[in-house]
């Protein structure tokens, strides 16, 4: 059993490299990715595979607005959401954890909202790095609502989840995290990952940190439909995405960014979707 609109098994760059090299692909993140692409994948879509595969089509972990995004994004709208009851505890949340599902927009930094690549391995975005710290601060100070989170804390797993679209976001955000005085217990309510490293896991409150913002409109490998599945489907209760919609709004509508873009705004916050601009977050 598994699902080939998610991740395939997870490979070293340096594998990816070699096989690159072996087989005389341009080793980018696409191209390598079809490559790999699972046996699964590769039967399932099979002639044998449509005549004899069965798809589970009823999904038990997200958020009703959460599944229906992930559904008429990825899944044709074929995805129906099971009986799930959410914790009634986000009433007293702070704002842009209020609805199920927000995009924390930067298009209003201007410049400043772009990632920076000076570091020659992976890009990373400061600007939206400061705000997921910001978003973690947020709910750090929020008395009642980090009271009632701690009440649903089961084991040793993370509550909050974020998910970075690139290593050295994950690299950056950590090192601010880990530079910033928490309140007794709250760092370890927080898993701070990549994409890759997230298939298979959720967290009740999961941020995802799109980075890539450029004035040329490049969506690099957030073309890739599988990644942006994984990140968007790990949420349970909230999902707050953080980026740029200059980049997903207009030259990208229709990769796979820009359609949660679009059914987020064409749903509206009656159904459960909010876009809120950073300068407006920030002034409550």
């Excluded at 341009?26 to 699972?38: P, V």
């Excluded at 229906?68 to 949340?93: C, M, Q, W």
């Excluded at 924390?104 to 410049?111: E, F, I, N, V, W």
Aim: aromatic share 8%; proline share 5%; hydrophobic share 35%.
């Amino acid at each position: 059993m598994g699902d080939h609109l998610q991740l395939p098994p997870l490979y070293s760059d340096a594998h990816k490299a070699a096989l690159a090299r072996r087989l005389g692909i341009n080793n980018e993140r696409t191209e390598i990715d079809i490559a790999l692409r699972s046996d699964f994948a590769r039967a399932f879509n099979s002639t044998y595979g449509l005549q004899a595969s069965a798809t589970l089509l009823t999904q038990y972990r997200m958020a009703p607005p959460i599944g229906d995004l992930v559904s008429n994004t990825f899944y044709e709208g074929k995805l129906k959401n099971g009986p799930r009851t959410i914790p009634d505890i986000y009433l007293n949340a702070p704002s842009h954890l209020r609805s199920p599902v927000t995009w924390l927009d930067t298009s209003s930094l201007g410049k400043r909202a772009d990632h920076q690549d000076d570091r020659g391995v992976s890009i990373y975005n400061r600007c939206e790095a400061d705000q997921v710290i910001e978003v973690l601060k947020q709910i750090s100070l929020s008395g009642q609502f980090l009271g009632d989170l701690n009440k649903l804390k089961e084991r040793d797993d993370a509550l909050i989840g974020v998910i970075c679209m690139y290593a050295e976001q994950k690299r950056v955000i950590r090192q601010k995290f880990n530079q910033e005085l928490w309140n007794e217990g709250f760092k370890e309510l927080v898993k701070i990952d990549t994409v890759d490293s997230y298939q298979g896991k959720e967290n009740r409150i999961i941020i995802v940190s799109l980075t890539r913002s450029d004035p040329s409109r490049s969506p690099g490998f957030l073309r890739t439909p599988n990644r942006i599945n994984v990140a968007m489907s790990r949420a349970m209760d909230r999902l707050l995405i953080v980026g740029n919609s200059n980049m997903w709004s207009n030259h990208n509508k229709e990769k796979p960014l820009g359609q949660v873009y679009s059914y987020m705004l064409d749903r509206g916050e009656p159904a459960g979707y909010i876009r809120r601009q950073v300068e407006d977050w920030d002034s409550n």
